[in-house]
Each structure stands twice: as structure tokens, then as C-alpha cells.
């Protein structure tokens, strides 16, 4: 299994924060330059999924399988022959909030996927992440 993880530290957002804003998934464009739109029917829980299209991509089926309020939640996304989890953890620490996005592939065609998609998600969680606080600050 291929994975790789960003994590940052900040005083400018509480868990409560971004929670709120990962929890109102219909919209993430507004902050996420990546995508065209997100849309969830019904709660931001495990069991329910929602439809993400990356900006020149398809539509994509996402699906929640653990949501624990103001602490974390992760999702998977299935290719074929492969599938993409994605994590997110907002621990509280003596010097701010750590927000962590660790994103991981595996199956026999991980190594495409990887290619297509992970790496360029991993890429660009630094300026992702920042905008995440960005946003979320003002919530």
C-alpha cells in the first residue's frame, strides 16, 4: 500500500471550524479550486457517500466510512482494480490544532491510480490545507 501524509499545526482554526467545514460538502467548491462540485444527500455520516467531480474529470463516488464529530473522519474512493482512502484528524495540542490529510492507495492497479490521481492530490495538500484553515477561520 502506497501512503503519504501532510500535517500543520495552527491556532487560526478550532476542530469545531473545520469541522463545520468539511461537514458541508455541498460546498467545497467554494474553498476547493480542484473541483466543479461535491453534492451529499442527507448527513456528512459513515454509510452515506457523495458525488465529487475534480475540475476536466468525471464524476466520482465517494464513500464515508468512519465520521467522528470534531476529530475525524475518512472516505474511499473505488477505481477499478483499485481504491483511494483518504483521512482526516484534527488532533488539539499545546501549540494549536493539527490538522492531518493522509491519503492512501492500494490494489493491483494502485500504481496507476497513484499516477492519475493520489499524486497530485498529495501535491497540493499544502496550499489545500492552508486554504482549509483559510476558510474555515471565518466560520
Do not use: C
Not at 49 to 72: C, D, M, S
Request: glycine letters at 6%; proline letters at 3%; hydrophobic letters at 40%.
Amino acid at each position: 500500500m502506497w501512503t503519504k501524509s501532510y500535517s500543520i499545526i495552527t491556532e487560526k482554526v478550532t476542530k469545531e471550524q473545520i469541522w463545520k467545514l468539511f461537514e458541508d460538502v455541498n460546498n467545497w467548491h467554494t474553498w476547493d479550486e480542484g473541483i466543479e462540485f461535491a453534492k451529499l444527500e442527507g448527513k456528512f455520516e459513515a454509510g452515506n457517500h457523495f458525488i465529487l467531480r475534480p475540475k476536466g474529470g468525471p464524476n466520482v463516488k465517494v464513500e464515508l466510512l468512519e465520521t467522528v464529530k470534531n476529530e475525524r473522519f475518512s472516505d474511499v474512493t473505488r477505481f477499478p482494480l483499485a481504491q483511494m482512502y483518504d483521512e482526516h484528524l484534527f488532533e488539539e495540542t499545546e501549540n494549536g490544532l493539527r490538522i492531518t490529510n493522509t491519503i492512501s492507495v492500494k490494489g493491483i492497479l494502485g500504481f496507476l491510480w497513484i499516477k492519475l490521481v493520489a499524486q497530485n492530490i498529495v501535491d497540493s495538500l499544502p496550499k489545500d490545507v492552508a486554504k482549509q484553515v483559510e476558510t474555515a477561520s471565518k466560520l
